[in-house]
């Protein structure tokens, strides 16, 4: 079983194959942001890591972060992010100082749009 480590708040154990986003809502039971539900549109859910930055990513998330111009360094969306191993990472996207009436729409259990997985620096 994977652990997440989420700076600031604690190491959880997470299911195989959890959506990050979900994870860090369901078992860190963090404010973490995702505005669009989880389909890599609007970028409300990222998170910087710290440690154990996964190696792929969805076309998706290249496309959505390319578009929004965000390139620092390990910043990913989580919404589009499989806990598969152990991960640390920061949150950056918080319901606390939003504005926001809520953190977002409902996440599907499975990464969406359909995955179509790249190595991360492609």
């Known amino acids: 079983m994977p652990k997440l480590t989420v700076d600031g708040v604690g190491t959880f154990d997470v299911a195989e194959g959890k959506r990050l986003v979900q994870a860090l809502v369901q078992d860190a ?8 539900g989880g389909v890599a549109k609007c970028t409300t859910c990222r998170v910087q890591f710290t440690d154990g930055e996964p ?10 972060l390319a578009v ?4 620092a360094e390990g910043v990913r969306l989580s919404c589009q992010i499989q806990c598969d191993h152990d991960m640390s990472v920061k949150l950056i996207s918080r319901l606390e100082g939003s504005g926001r009436k809520d953190q977002g729409s409902p996440v599907a259990d499975t990464i969406q ?4 997985w790249i190595k991360k620096d492609a």
């Open 29 to 36: 039971q963090t404010d973490q942001l995702h505005a669009c």
């Open 55 to 64: 190696p792929t990513m969805t076309e998706a998330e290249r496309d959505t």
């Open 68 to 71: 929004r111009e965000i390139n």
């Open 113 to 116: 749009p359909e995955p179509v």
